[in-house]
């Protein structure tokens, strides 16, 4: 009997989820481990730069609002956006979080995802140095070696600041290393400066790290998104998860104090920083992705083929045409969920 569709993409998903799982665990990242998703479970992620993916898992909000209709809910953690791509192109998990220039270069290279909603806008990028380096400014870059995780937001941050201080890349060495390794990296001396991404970046800051290049407009929003075949094959389970994406959000905002205590736990850091991050993180947003969005990233599209990232403008036009799908965040309502949860929690 031949395979139907959903369970013929388990394959190469399954294996996507082995080498997760080889990949490093450190507080605050990791990887977990998960299948693609069958019409029974559904696959999504958490990490520790989406806060309300943290508070959506700790209070188990997605499993009450899927419990009615019999269906199973698996988190896999995502060490930074370039991951949460890879697991999204191998359908290891069925909506991921990404910062939104890792989604616009995941689809200009041909990943079938699509943004249903917005998790913050966040200012969780900055250039990180510590005192003993000599570098003040990102003209002082020219020369040095910097940590970067190719493929996230502050990758193409360091590429922006880098063409805004009039210093060619090909001029600096960039280290690809996963945001735990840059922030390991930058303290035991191996490189000069590191583009951060909090909270482990701000745990950086509280162990004497400096942030000494900041520029909020260099960072893009927090994307959700899904695989187009989940989409497609199950729009009710895609708009439950945006539901419940809803009802954290205005949760979240309503409890701050344990909104940063529960993503202190999560991360393995100290409740001050998990605090600093949420001050530098807007979640009181309009969560429907549209136009706004691609006007920021409308700026970052050329430096990826400038950068070798996507190979064409085409490409990138191709992909700003194509990313979004709105309909689920148009129809977001948290009511729905506060009802499987018996009137909130």
Avoid at 230 to 246: G, I, K, M, N, S
Avoid at 262 to 285: F, W, Y
Wanted: charged share 20%; proline share 4%.
């Amino acid at each position: 009997m031949p395979l139907s569709p959903r369970s013929a993409r388990a394959i190469p998903a399954l294996t996507a989820v082995l080498a997760l799982t080889l990949t490093g665990c450190m507080a605050g990242e990791g990887s977990g481990e998960a299948e693609a998703g069958g019409d029974d479970t559904v696959v999504v992620d958490w990490a520790t730069y989406n806060p309300l993916s943290v508070v959506i898992k700790e209070k188990g909000w997605l499993e009450a609002a899927f419990a009615e209709e019999g269906t199973t809910v698996e988190w896999v953690q995502s060490a930074g956006s370039n991951k949460a791509n890879e697991a999204l192109r191998a359908e290891a998990v069925d909506i991921g979080s990404t910062a939104g220039s890792a989604a616009l270069l995941a689809r200009s290279n041909d990943t079938p995802i699509k943004v249903v909603d917005l998790y913050s806008q966040p200012e969780w990028s900055a250039l990180v140095t510590t005192p003993d380096t000599g570098v003040a400014s990102v003209a002082d870059l020219e020369g040095r070696t910097v940590a970067a995780t190719k493929g996230t937001d502050p990758y193409f941050f360091l590429l922006q600041a880098l063409e805004q201080g009039g210093v060619d890349p090909a001029d600096v060495t960039i280290q690809n290393l996963q945001h735990a390794d840059g922030r390991s990296a930058l303290e035991n001396g191996q490189v000069d400066a590191w583009s951060g991404l909090d909270p482990i970046m701000a745990a950086a800051e509280e162990n004497g790290a400096e942030l000494f290049y900041r520029n909020v407009d260099f960072n893009t929003y927090g994307f959700l998104n899904a695989h187009e075949n989940f989409l497609e094959e199950r729009p009710e389970a895609a708009q439950t998860v945006v539901d419940v994406y809803a009802y954290a959000r205005e949760w979240a905002l309503t409890h701050p104090d344990e909104t940063a205590q529960l993503l202190a736990d999560a991360a393995g850091i100290e409740l001050s920083v998990a605090e600093k991050v949420l001050e530098r993180t807007n979640l009181d947003i309009d969560h429907v992705p549209g136009e706004e969005q691609l006007a920021v990233l409308e700026k970052v599209g050329p430096i990826f083929v400038e950068s070798g990232d996507v190979s064409s403008q085409e490409k990138i036009d191709e992909a700003l045409a194509s990313l979004v799908e709105s309909t689920h965040a148009e129809n977001a309502d948290a009511e729905r969920v506060a009802g499987a949860l018996g009137g909130g929690q």
